[in-house]
Protein backbone atom coordinates (compact mmCIF):
# COMPACT_ATOMS: atom_id res chain seq x y z
CA UNK A 1 0.00 0.00 0.00
CA UNK A 2 2.71 2.54 0.84
CA UNK A 3 4.53 1.66 -2.29
CA UNK A 4 1.73 2.39 -4.32
CA UNK A 5 1.25 5.88 -2.54
CA UNK A 6 4.89 6.35 -3.37
CA UNK A 7 4.17 5.76 -7.03
CA UNK A 8 1.12 8.04 -7.04
CA UNK A 9 2.43 11.30 -5.30
CA UNK A 10 6.64 10.47 -5.08
CA UNK A 11 7.52 13.91 -4.37
CA UNK A 12 5.24 13.90 -1.11
CA UNK A 13 4.71 10.41 -0.05
CA UNK A 14 7.42 8.23 1.89
CA UNK A 15 7.32 4.74 2.31
CA UNK A 16 8.38 3.66 5.75
CA UNK A 17 12.06 3.68 6.77
CA UNK A 18 12.22 5.96 3.38
CA UNK A 19 13.70 9.32 2.88
CA UNK A 20 11.10 12.42 2.07
CA UNK A 21 12.02 13.96 -0.99
CA UNK A 22 12.36 17.97 0.62
CA UNK A 23 15.68 15.97 3.03
CA UNK A 24 16.90 14.46 -0.10
CA UNK A 25 16.84 17.33 -1.41
CA UNK A 26 18.07 19.56 1.64
CA UNK A 27 20.93 16.22 2.50
CA UNK A 28 22.52 16.19 -1.04
CA UNK A 29 22.47 20.39 -1.82
CA UNK A 30 24.12 20.33 1.52
CA UNK A 31 26.76 18.04 0.53
CA UNK A 32 26.80 19.84 -2.95
CA UNK A 33 28.29 22.99 -1.12
CA UNK A 34 30.44 21.24 1.18
CA UNK A 35 32.23 19.56 -1.92
CA UNK A 36 32.29 22.62 -4.04
CA UNK A 37 34.25 24.42 -1.15
CA UNK A 38 36.94 21.89 -1.59
CA UNK A 39 37.44 22.30 -5.05
CA UNK A 40 40.13 24.14 -6.58
CA UNK A 41 38.67 26.62 -9.53
CA UNK A 42 39.27 24.93 -13.32
CA UNK A 43 39.62 21.82 -11.75
CA UNK A 44 37.70 19.07 -12.75
CA UNK A 45 35.37 16.29 -10.88
CA UNK A 46 33.40 13.64 -11.08
CA UNK A 47 29.90 12.74 -9.00
CA UNK A 48 28.53 9.44 -8.90
CA UNK A 49 25.68 8.80 -7.31
CA UNK A 50 21.59 7.48 -7.99
CA UNK A 51 18.81 8.98 -9.82
CA UNK A 52 17.41 10.35 -6.86
CA UNK A 53 20.08 12.28 -5.78
CA UNK A 54 20.75 13.01 -9.25
CA UNK A 55 16.95 14.56 -10.01
CA UNK A 56 17.59 16.65 -6.81
CA UNK A 57 20.95 18.24 -7.37
CA UNK A 58 19.50 18.81 -11.37
CA UNK A 59 16.79 20.86 -9.53
CA UNK A 60 18.98 23.05 -8.07
CA UNK A 61 21.45 23.58 -10.64
CA UNK A 62 19.25 24.20 -13.69
CA UNK A 63 16.45 26.38 -11.09
CA UNK A 64 13.60 23.05 -11.94
CA UNK A 65 11.06 22.25 -9.40
CA UNK A 66 11.38 19.21 -7.23
CA UNK A 67 8.29 17.98 -9.63
CA UNK A 68 9.70 19.63 -13.09
CA UNK A 69 13.12 16.76 -12.19
CA UNK A 70 11.30 13.99 -11.04
CA UNK A 71 10.49 12.28 -14.37
CA UNK A 72 13.68 13.27 -15.93
CA UNK A 73 15.06 9.55 -17.60
CA UNK A 74 18.23 8.54 -16.15
CA UNK A 75 19.78 5.55 -17.06
CA UNK A 76 22.03 3.21 -15.22
CA UNK A 77 25.52 4.65 -16.01
CA UNK A 78 23.85 7.56 -17.89
CA UNK A 79 26.38 11.05 -18.15
CA UNK A 80 25.04 14.24 -16.97
Given at each position: HEWQLWLADPLDACPAGGEPVAALYHRANQALDEWLTQLEVGSTCL?????????????????LSLAQVEHFSLPTGVLV
Open positions: LISHGGVIRVLLSRLLD
